[in-house]
């Protein structure tokens, strides 16, 4: 009696190991799958982030070619508008943008000048206005207007040579 007791209840627990198995697998198998959706889905979260770069990117340069083309439209306009025009006109013509960056430039010569006679007059050591009146931004601006005047030019004079 004893080994039917013993069989029955081996069997009983055998029986609930082998009927609970495939819950067991169903759930590790979840488990797996969720993780693999969850992984597939940070993958084509980082996709769509370097797609929405790469996008961003390339209105930034069909923003700068347009940019560019429309300058070039102005300079092609302006040198028809000059050959169209009277001698004195063109030279008018000319002479803006450089009588605008003189202009510009001596007005920053000027208030540059006279910040640093008013801080030598009230006593300031001379070399030390002169590096706390020298920043960054005045070394931009300086580079800014030469690389226009010397660099810009420059390229163009090859561009058109090349054209």
Same mark, same amino acid.
């Given at each position: ?86 001698? %004195?006109? &063109?030279?008018?013509? =000319? ?5 605008? /960056?003189?202009?510009?430039? @001596?007005?920053? *010569? ?23 009146? %020298?920043? &960054?931004?005045?070394? =931009? ?5 030469? /690389?226009?005047?010397?660099? @810009?030019?420059? *390229? ?8």
């Amino acid at each position: 009696m004893l080994d039917l007791l013993g069989g029955g209840l081996l069997g009983s627990i055998f029986g609930g190991i082998f009927r609970l198995a495939p819950e067991v697998l169903k759930w590790v198998d979840r488990k797996d799958e969720r993780s693999h959706e969850l992984k597939m889905f940070q993958l084509q979260t980082d996709l769509e982030k370097v797609k929405g770069s790469i996008a961003l990117e390339n209105k930034y340069v069909e923003h700068s070619t347009a940019q560019l083309q429309a300058i070039q439209e102005a300079f092609k306009e302006q040198a028809s508008t000059a050959k169209d025009s009277y001698r %004195w006109v &063109a030279a008018i013509s =000319a002479l803006v943008r450089p009588g605008v /960056t003189y202009t510009l430039f @001596g007005l920053y *010569i000027g208030i540059k000048t006279s910040s640093i006679a008013y801080a030598i007059q009230t006593g300031a050591p001379w070399d030390g206005v002169l590096k706390a009146n %020298w920043t &960054a931004d005045d070394f =931009a601006m300086l580079n800014m207007i030469l /690389t226009f005047w010397f660099v @810009g030019r420059s *390229i163009e004079k090859y561009e058109q040579r090349t054209t």
